[in-house]
């Protein structure tokens, strides 16, 4: 009951520590199962101690005995019981198995015998056979020509196995071997096993930890790798170790799948993206359409009122002067003609941003097409008293569309009529590099807004609505020059300074 109280014990103390670790951790499952093992070892080494250890020893002497009994009688059928050469067995048999025998002929003389003092020994052995006294006996084999029996003496508190019978040669021969005790000898058996035990659970704790640190080791370190994954921090890679094991063919998989699932997700993000900006696309032409809708809607609605209205005058006849009749005339040609120049302009336009618009790049003299430009301006400008104090005169040869860049010009050349201030002069300077030329078209006058630079060059866009209507402007003109200068894949913009705007255009040079 001792050993069953220290076993259980160890157990119970084994099972808090496990309890009290984190149960739910590969490296405790791993210590549980093998200090289980251990401790599963030891009692089941307790167990068959206690159980069959006994009754295995009892069954080996009476073996041994019978063995014994099987040599003696051989020698004695074959008379050589007391031949020198059987002299050695029989000393072997009695010493190896702790063995008292005694051999006695009919007449009770002693024939042979393994102890020197045979008559207290042929005492004992007669009193053992057949006496009663305080002895226990219990028969455990009964042959032909033996018996054993197991003999307990109370008084001396001591087992024999006992085996008497006859001999081929009619003597009768008596065996008997002490029975250590058995009992005491399981008792210490399972104490040592105890302090085994103990030793065996510490050294399997420390065994286990190790074991399992070396197993779960690599897959702690996958398992952060997993994490990060999820994170979608694909930096961190498995490195296998000196053994390549199935962790490690594990961990060659988990960087396969890192690297795909990175590759795959930037797929994704620039398919993302690129449908961001598709829809973004979309949603800026279907803004632009409709703004051009209504901003097209509304330049036209005025030229249309008056034609209409200046027509319906002429047909009512409201003033029947031929001076009238010529001046409604000429409002209703004056407004079909805006009409006509602003579509012409819109075809333009629409030409080029589709692409569909043939370029002639050809090489001809910038400064012959300005002053071309210009003069054809001199009415405009000398009724609007506006001075050109700055005009290239030197040749310059450039690589364009010589209709083009014309249309550039004239687009700039008037905007910067129309809006010439004080004290209204325009300046046209070059600004040359290596590879191409800047022109640019300098008004005085007040600056665009801050707000208004980028807007400029969108259709319809006009910074001061009642100017430009006074004109004729139909706020597609810069729309035109950015399109132009888009299609020879070069830059134009605008610069505000302090005294006026400066509009600019870049062309390759004709070197």
């Known amino acids: 009951m001792e050993i069953r109280h220290k076993i259980q014990l160890i157990k119970t103390n084994t099972k808090n520590v496990l309890k009290n670790s984190g149960n739910g951790s590969l490296t405790w499952q791993i210590a549980r199962s093998i200090l289980g093992v251990a401790a599963g070892t030891v009692l089941l080494c307790w167990f068959l101690n206690t ?3 006994e009754h295995y020893y009892v069954e080996d002497k009476q073996d041994m005995l019978a063995d014994s009994f099987s040599t003696i009688d051989e020698a004695s059928r074959n008379d050589r019981l007391l031949d020198r050469d059987f002299d050695v ?21 002693i024939v042979r ?4 003092d045979t008559q207290q020994m042929l005492i004992e052995f007669l009193d053992i056979i ?3 006294r305080e002895n226990e006996v219990t028969v455990l084999s009964e042959k032909e020509n033996y018996v054993i029996q197991r003999q307990k003496d109370t008084r001396l508190d001591s087992e024999y196995l006992v085996l008497y019978g006859s001999l081929s040669d009619g003597n009768m021969i008596l065996m008997r071997t002490a029975l250590e005790s058995i009992r005491e000898s399981v008792k210490v058996s399972n104490e040592f096993l105890a302090y085994v035990a103990v030793l065996a659970i510490v050294f399997g704790a420390v065994t286990a930890f190790f074991v399992s640190g070396r197993i779960t080791m690599p897959i702690l370190e996958l398992t952060d790798i997993s994490k990060r994954m999820t994170e979608l921090d694909f930096e961190a890679k498995y490195l296998p170790r000196t053994k390549y094991n199935e962790i490690d063919e594990l961990g060659a998989h988990m960087n396969e799948l890192s690297n795909t699932l990175e590759r795959t997700i930037s797929e ?10 598709d829809i973004e696309k979309k949603t800026q032409v279907d803004r632009m359409r409709k703004e051009f809708l209504s901003n097209v809607s509304h330049e036209l609605k005025t030229p249309l009122a008056l034609i209409q209205g200046y027509a319906e005058g002429l047909r009512e006849c409201i003033n029947e002067d031929a001076e009238s009749r010529d001046f409604y005339c000429e409002v209703i040609m004056d407004e079909a003609d805006k009409m006509n120049r602003m579509v012409q302009k819109l075809l333009t ?4 941003e589709s692409g569909n618009e043939t370029i002639s790049i050809e090489r001809f003299d910038l400064t012959e097409l300005i002053a071309g430009v210009v003069s054809a301006a001199g009415i405009l400008l000398q009724q609007e008293n506006i001075t050109v104090t700055e005009c290239p005169t030197e040749p310059l040869f450039v690589w364009a569309d010589e209709f083009m860049v014309e249309e550039v010009v004239t687009n700039y050349l008037s905007n910067a009529i129309h809006y010439a ?3 209204k002069q325009i300046a046209i300077r070059y600004r040359e590099t290596d590879l191409c030329v800047r022109v640019s078209v300098f008004n005085t006058g007040s600056r665009i807004p801050d707000e208004d630079i980028d807007k400029i060059w969108n259709k319809f866009y006009k910074v001061d609505k009642a100017r430009t209507r006074a004109y004729g402007g139909s706020g597609i003109g810069l729309s035109i020059v950015k399109a132009i200068m888009a299609s020879h894949h070069r830059e134009c913009g605008v610069v505000n300074h302090s005294d006026g705007v400066e509009f600019w255009f870049e062309l390759d040079m004709g070197k």
Do not use: D
Not at 89 to 109: D, H, K, P, Q, Y
Not at 268 to 277: D, E, F, G, R, T
Not at 349 to 352: A, G, K, P, R
């Open 268 to 277: 994704l993000k620039s398919a993302n993206n690129q449908l961001l900006i």
């Open 113 to 116: 015998s393994s102890v020197n």
């Open 51 to 53: 159980v069959f250890l």
């Open 349 to 352: 336009l629409n030409q080029l």
């Open 130 to 132: 057949f006496g009663e």
């Open 421 to 423: 201030g004080e004290p």
């Open 89 to 109: 067995t029989f000393e072997n048999l009695c010493a190896n198995g702790n063995i008292t025998v005694m051999i006695i002929s009919a007449e009770r003389a």
